[in-house]
């Protein structure tokens, strides 16, 4: 199916394929991994002909079909359902040739291949593919253009899938994605019969759906059979194995060079001394596999309080005049590790924007103990980092009364140590700026930390060792998460948001993925779908289009405003950027500091102003989600 030979590849002098080497065979699932940086996505470009290599091929098979998930998410008027059965180009040539097609023969053809490609079953298999990425009946109705990047980026991977493609190229298919999605392409790969080469950091992914992983490093691909906890553990042996003969070659070393240096200039041993020396010579190196950069988080021990740290007695939370949810009567002690589950838009990230203070209960009661201190991470927060400073700086605003030791101890406890502690923010990787977040996030010893989606740029490495780092931690923690391995390692107990309450549910996350499947399963029995559209019949039409009308009319006010605060960003944005170009520029640091200081106020002011915006944007979509639209949100939860 695949075949790629020495490979040779450098992007701006940097090496990053140096006769890499691999065979994926038909019908095999592969799992591509290394370290962020070391070129995965550049291969998977190179695969699909967008980037040429400086040496060695890559080979297809003749006219095979390859699908990945387009860089650009759909944004035309096309309804969902429609934009995802357009993905099968043959069936959507063919009904377009029946349509014109006079003679009878190539009509009976036409329609003998459209059986043979089971053409009238697409409609039900599109929408039960949009089903499980998190679209419900009446979204699949609606138009990719009034459904905002995230979620198109959702009904772009539902068209991959769809095409049925030969070979399945997928660079981290869960980034946009909740936690029930995610379970849901599980289950769908897994049962996939086609050929797979996925990158992702989703352990439990890697362990589930493929059988095969490539690790790229050391500008080499190498390949190891089974998912990726076996991987672990034969890379492990390997380099248990590697240290052993390492040692044993250098005893022969020694022995040697002892031999060669105690002989060398008797007469009677200045060959037996040559000839060892040549051996000595020819003794080639063992190569050690070399473990990627440990990646630490280390959380301050917190003081201990009584319990409960937050009780909630009958409370509401919501936005405006829109009650999210109600009936909240949960607690939350010292040694809590609560996991929220349910699907996008139940409002997860709005209870634990309760729990952090950033709102506040418009019903009932939400009591905290009077030396309660909070941690909260959430990912928009990368955001609001200052670029032009460095992570020092960061934390030193922070902890203005801490001597420089303890804001560079504090930092280095999450893997900011000498000269990255003193790099610019702009030149931090996505994962750099998550351990950075985490830093600020800790200061203080919170005894809760309230964490929303952490692990989103964060690579298997990383977040190994943030499961690591929260199980040693001693204080509760509340975690919204679509890593699966990540919440069932950590979490102990599950609040399952739905239908504007949080409840406790009785199990763990494969009790939960049972139950999604069973419904998934009884829903697609008792389902009628339409032939022509693939939606299905309701009893009456003209009531389903006059109800989504009035929705429609009902929102469309703040739809507007929500528009117009995209707008202002999108220009204020385009500002910060040009103003960001300037500080990396590193001559404006050599020039007048007038000058410097005046961009640095402005792009703080900037920034300030984006921020709230982006708190009132976020707002009103949430407002507009709670109403039963879809909301702007890249991805809400």
């Given at each position: 199916?695949?075949?790629?030979?020495?490979?040779?590849?450098?992007?701006?002098?940097?090496?990053?394929?140096?006769?890499?080497?691999?065979?994926?065979?038909?019908?095999?699932?592969?799992?591509?991994?290394?370290?962020?940086?070391?070129?995965?996505?550049?291969?998977?470009?190179?695969?699909?002909?967008?980037?040429?290599?400086?040496?060695?091929?890559?080979?297809l098979r003749n006219n095979i079909r390859i699908g990945t998930?387009?860089?650009?998410?759909?944004?035309?008027?096309?309804?969902?359902?429609?934009?995802?059965?357009?993905?099968?180009?043959?069936?959507?040539?063919?009904?377009?040739?029946?349509?014109?097609?006079?003679?009878?023969?190539?009509?009976?053809?036409?329609?003998?291949?459209?059986?043979?490609?089971?053409?009238?079953?697409?409609?039900?298999?599109?929408?039960?593919?949009?089903?499980?990425?998190?679209?419900?009946?009446?979204?699949?109705?609606?138009?990719?253009?009034?459904?905002?990047?995230?979620?198109?980026?959702?009904?772009?991977?539902?068209?991959?899938?769809?095409?049925?493609?030969?070979?399945?190229?997928?660079?981290?298919?869960?980034?946009?994605?909740?936690?029930?999605?995610?379970?849901?392409?599980?289950?769908?790969?897994?049962?996939?019969?086609?050929?797979?080469?996925?990158?992702?950091?989703?352990?439990?992914?890697?362990?589930?759906?493929?059988?095969?992983?490539?690790?790229?490093?050391?500008?080499?691909?190498?390949?190891?059979?089974?998912?990726?906890?076996?991987?672990?553990?034969?890379?492990?042996?390997?380099?248990?194995?590697?240290?052993?003969?390492?040692?044993?070659?250098?005893?022969?070393?020694?022995?040697?060079?002892?031999?060669?240096?105690?002989?060398?200039?008797?007469?009677?041993?200045?060959?037996?001394?040559?000839?060892?020396?040549?051996?000595?010579?020819?003794?080639?190196?063992?190569?050690?596999?070399?473990?990627?950069?440990?990646?630490?988080?280390?959380?301050?021990?917190?003081?201990?309080?009584?319990?409960?740290?937050?009780?909630?007695?009958?409370?509401?939370?919501?936005?405006?005049?829109?009650?999210?949810?109600?009936?909240?009567?949960?607690?939350?002690?010292?040694?809590?590790?609560?996991?929220?589950?349910?699907?996008?838009?139940?409002?997860?990230?709005?209870?634990?924007?309760?729990?952090?203070?950033?709102?506040?209960?418009?019903?009932?009661?939400?009591?905290?103990?009077?030396?309660?201190?909070?941690?909260?991470?959430?990912?928009?927060?990368?955001?609001?980092?200052?670029?032009?400073?460095?992570?020092?700086?960061?934390?030193?605003?922070?902890?203005?009364?801490?001597?420089?030791?303890?804001?560079?101890?504090?930092?280095?406890?999450?893997?900011?140590?000498?000269?990255?502690?003193?790099?610019?923010?702009?030149?931090?990787?996505?994962?750099?700026?998550?351990?950075?977040?985490?830093?600020?996030?800790?200061?203080?010893?919170?005894?809760?930390?309230?964490?929303?989606?952490?692990?989103?740029?964060?690579?298997?490495?990383?977040?190994?060792?943030?499961?690591?780092?929260?199980?040693?931690?001693?204080?509760?923690?509340?975690?919204?998460?679509?890593?699966?391995?990540?919440?069932?390692?950590?979490?102990?107990?599950?609040?399952?948001?739905?239908?504007?309450?949080c409840k406790t549910f009785e199990g763990d996350l494969s009790?939960?993925?049972?139950?999604?499947?069973?419904?998934?399963?009884?829903?697609?029995?008792?389902?009628?779908?339409?032939?022509?559209?693939?939606?299905?019949?309701?009893?009456?039409?003209k009531a389903q289009r006059r109800k989504r009308a009035e929705?429609?009319?009902?929102?469309?006010?703040?739809?507007?405003?929500?528009?117009?605060?995209?707008?202002?960003?999108?220009?204020?944005?385009?500002?910060?950027?040009?103003?960001?170009?300037?500080?990396?520029?590193?001559?404006?640091?050599?020039?007048?500091?007038?000058?410097?200081?005046?961009?640095?106020?402005?792009?703080?002011?900037?920034?300030?102003?984006?921020?709230?915006?982006?708190?009132?944007?976020?707002?009103?979509?949430?407002?507009?989600?709670?109403?039963?639209?879809?909301?702007?949100?890249?991805?809400?939860?």
């Amino acid at each position: 199916m695949l075949h790629i030979n020495d490979l040779v590849h450098r992007i701006g002098g940097r090496i990053l394929f140096q006769g890499a080497t691999l065979h994926l065979p038909k019908g095999h699932k592969m799992g591509l991994i290394g370290s962020n940086g070391t070129g995965k996505t550049t291969l998977l470009k190179m695969i699909l002909g967008d980037i040429s290599p400086d040496e060695g091929s890559i080979r297809l098979r003749n006219n095979i079909r390859i699908g990945t998930v387009a860089q650009e998410a759909p944004s035309n008027n096309d309804t969902l359902l429609e934009h995802v059965l357009a993905a099968d180009v043959e069936r959507t040539d063919l009904l377009t040739q029946a349509q014109i097609e006079t003679h009878p023969s190539k009509i009976a053809e036409i329609h003998t291949r459209l059986a043979d490609i089971y053409s009238e079953t697409a409609p039900a298999r599109a929408a039960r593919i949009l089903t499980g990425l998190g679209f419900n009946e009446l979204q699949q109705t609606q138009t990719c253009s009034e459904f905002s990047g995230g979620w198109r980026m959702r009904v772009a991977l539902a068209a991959t899938l769809f095409a049925t493609p030969d070979l399945l190229l997928l660079d981290e298919p869960t980034n946009h994605l909740d936690l029930e999605a995610v379970l849901w392409l599980e289950g769908y790969l897994n049962s996939w019969p086609g050929t797979l080469l996925l990158i992702s950091h989703d352990r439990k992914l890697l362990n589930t759906v493929v059988s095969e992983i490539v690790h790229l490093e050391n500008q080499k691909l190498t390949r190891y059979t089974g998912g990726y906890d076996r991987f672990e553990r034969t890379r492990h042996e390997r380099q248990e194995q590697d240290a052993r003969l390492r040692n044993k070659q250098n005893i022969q070393r020694r022995h040697i060079k002892a031999f060669v240096e105690r002989f060398r200039y008797k007469a009677s041993k200045a060959r037996q001394a040559q000839s060892r020396l040549r051996m000595l010579e020819r003794m080639a190196p063992i190569a050690s596999l070399v473990d990627d950069q440990t990646i630490s988080f280390n959380f301050p021990e917190p003081e201990q309080l009584p319990p409960p740290l937050i009780s909630l007695d009958n409370a509401s939370v919501g936005y405006e005049v829109t009650t999210v949810l109600q009936n909240l009567n949960q607690r939350i002690d010292m040694d809590d590790r609560i996991a929220l589950i349910g699907s996008n838009g139940n409002g997860k990230s709005t209870l634990v924007k309760l729990l952090a203070g950033r709102l506040k209960p418009t019903a009932g009661k939400l009591l905290k103990s009077s030396k309660l201190k909070i941690g909260y991470f959430a990912q928009h927060q990368a955001e609001e980092l200052q670029l032009s400073e460095t992570p020092y700086h960061h934390l030193a605003r922070l902890m203005p009364m801490a001597p420089d030791s303890k804001v560079r101890a504090h930092l280095a406890g999450f893997g900011f140590s000498g000269d990255r502690a003193n790099t610019n923010c702009l030149s931090l990787s996505g994962g750099e700026k998550a351990r950075l977040l985490f830093a600020m996030t800790s200061i203080g010893a919170p005894h809760i930390l309230l964490l929303d989606e952490p692990t989103n740029h964060l690579d298997v490495d990383a977040r190994e060792a943030l499961i690591q780092a929260l199980n040693a931690y001693d204080g509760a923690v509340i975690l919204v998460s679509h890593d699966p391995h990540l919440v069932e390692l950590v979490a102990d107990r599950l609040w399952l948001v739905a239908n504007g309450e949080c409840k406790t549910f009785e199990g763990d996350l494969s009790d939960y993925h049972a139950i999604l499947t069973t419904q998934q399963r009884a829903k697609r029995q008792t389902e009628r779908f339409d032939d022509d559209t693939g939606v299905k019949i309701f009893s009456n039409k003209k009531a389903q289009r006059r109800k989504r009308a009035e929705k429609r009319e009902k929102t469309a006010g703040l739809r507007k405003t929500i528009n117009e605060y995209e707008k202002r960003i999108e220009k204020l944005s385009a500002e910060r950027e040009s103003l960001e170009i300037c500080l990396a520029n590193p001559e404006i640091y050599e020039g007048p500091t007038t000058k410097l200081m005046e961009i640095q106020v402005l792009h703080t002011e900037i920034k300030d102003k984006i921020k709230r915006l982006e708190e009132a944007w976020i707002n009103l979509n949430e407002h507009l989600d709670s109403m039963g639209e879809p909301s702007l949100i890249n991805q809400g939860q």
